[in-house]
């Protein structure tokens, strides 16, 4: 049995398509239906179950054995409702948020890794005015994301009510920042289902998909009072005035999911964003949000066998991510390798001569690997030349 699971596995592996010099590697299956996935300054994997299990996957690099549950949260797999989302405090401390069973909160609570104790940080009742009534498990947002200060924040969906998004009376429809004293405050309004965002605290804006009803899923840059639209305006809809547009709307409906933000450690996706996807069963990048237009997001791996659904960077740099059942690495080409064939040799200077015939480009437009970008800079063009014949001529002398 054990065995047929591993073989499946990998067959759907096979199944997604790559761009040149990227590769897949299955980690492990998850025991229930993944919502999100974080991993600590060690390399250790941590992610949630829909269903209200958080669970442990050793270091990375030696995933070995089966995951460890570490605590479980009071909630029930529904809709969209269940346990929705995971971000790590720190090396010891998990917050999550979760719907309850009957779905009059969504619950934020700290979970300690060690002993699986939960402490409630804060509850957003769900139906303001008749807390046992609940309301419907249609859009509750998900994922956290943790600021260097301390804050939380994290968004609430419209319950599949628009209105609701604009009624200042209602959490719905919302983006909150919970302080590190406890206390709540309304950043942003007017979102329908934003499932992960980011914090960049050099710009003081939160990054953020919104899922469009339409063929309007957005990605937008939002500030501390924006007004984002929903449900008067949307996607590439006629704007309204006050209301904050998207910096990018997708072309076809992708229902953007889980996102994480790049740091500089990995060779090849080095800033800018990833982002997961539902409908696309696509991994994006996104290398820069406050470009103007921003460029459209490029396809790292697509066709995937099941929506992915969240992505996180550990503390090397390398990229992890998952779809509702597995876990994955991805293996993004070594700098240098050109032509994609997992050696930096000879073969890459004429593979980037060839590359270069055309002229300088980005690294994302790159007909061979994005490896021809040796330097990392983000563009391939005749420095990257020099550096690899510099690489592969210390190559050479050292052998
Ligand atoms: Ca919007
Ligand atoms: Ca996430
Ligand atoms: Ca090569
Ligand atoms: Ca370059």
């Not at 980037?352 to 007909?367: D, I, Q, R």
Request: charged share 20%; with cysteine.
């Amino acid at each position: 049995m054990k065995r047929l699971l591993l073989i499946l596995i990998l067959a759907s592996a096979a199944r997604a398509s790559t761009l040149p010099g990227f590769h897949v590697q299955v980690l492990q299956g998850a025991p229930g239906f993944l919502t999100s996935l974080a991993v600590d300054s060690g390399g250790t994997i941590y992610y949630s179950i829909k269903s209200g299990d958080v669970l442990r996957l050793g270091p990375a690099e030696k995933v070995a054995g089966t995951p460890v549950v570490v605590a479980h949260v009071a909630t029930e797999a529904n809709g969209n409702c269940g346990l929705i989302g995971l971000a790590l405090r720190d090396d010891n401390t998990a917050i999550v948020h979760y719907t309850t069973p009957a779905i009059t909160y969504d619950i934020v609570s700290a979970i300690d890794l060690t002993t699986g104790a939960e402490s409630e940080i804060h509850r957003f009742v769900c139906d303001k005015d008749v807390a046992e009534r609940g309301v419907s498990s249609e859009h509750h947002g998900g994922n956290l994301t943790i600021a260097p200060d301390g804050s939380i924040f994290l968004a609430i969906g419209d319950y599949g009510m628009g209105g609701l998004a604009q009624d200042p009376a209602w959490n719905a429809g919302k983006l909150w920042r919970i302080l590190p004293d406890g206390s709540t405050v309304q950043f942003a309004s007017g979102f329908r289902n934003p499932f992960d965002l980011a914090w960049d605290a050099a710009t003081q804006r939160v990054i953020l998909t919104d899922n469009g009803d339409a063929v309007d899923d957005e990605i937008d840059v939002v500030a501390e009072g924006d007004d984002c639209g929903w449900p008067y305006t949307a996607g590439n809809r006629p704007p309204v005035a006050g209301m904050r547009p998207p910096v990018y709307t997708f072309p076809v409906v992708v229902a953007p999911t889980g996102m994480a933000p790049l740091s500089g450690r990995n060779p090849i996706l080095r800033r800018g964003y990833l982002l997961g996807s539902y409908v696309a069963k696509a991994l994006f990048y996104v290398p820069d949000v406050y470009a103007n237009p921003v460029p459209d997001p490029v396809a790292v791996i697509q066709n995937e066998s099941d929506p992915i659904i969240d992505v996180a960077e550990g503390p090397d740099g390398s990229v992890y991510f998952a779809s509702g059942f597995v876990i994955y690495k991805l293996i993004v080409p070594a700098s240098g390798d050109c032509n994609g064939d997992g050696v930096v040799d000879a073969a890459d200077i004429s593979a980037l001569s060839k590359e270069l015939s055309g002229g300088p480009h980005a690294t994302t437009s790159a007909h061979a690997s994005w490896g021809c970008d040796v330097n990392g800079d983000g563009m391939i063009d005749a420095r990257d030349l020099a550096a690899l014949a510099g690489m592969v001529r210390g190559r050479a002398v050292r052998r």
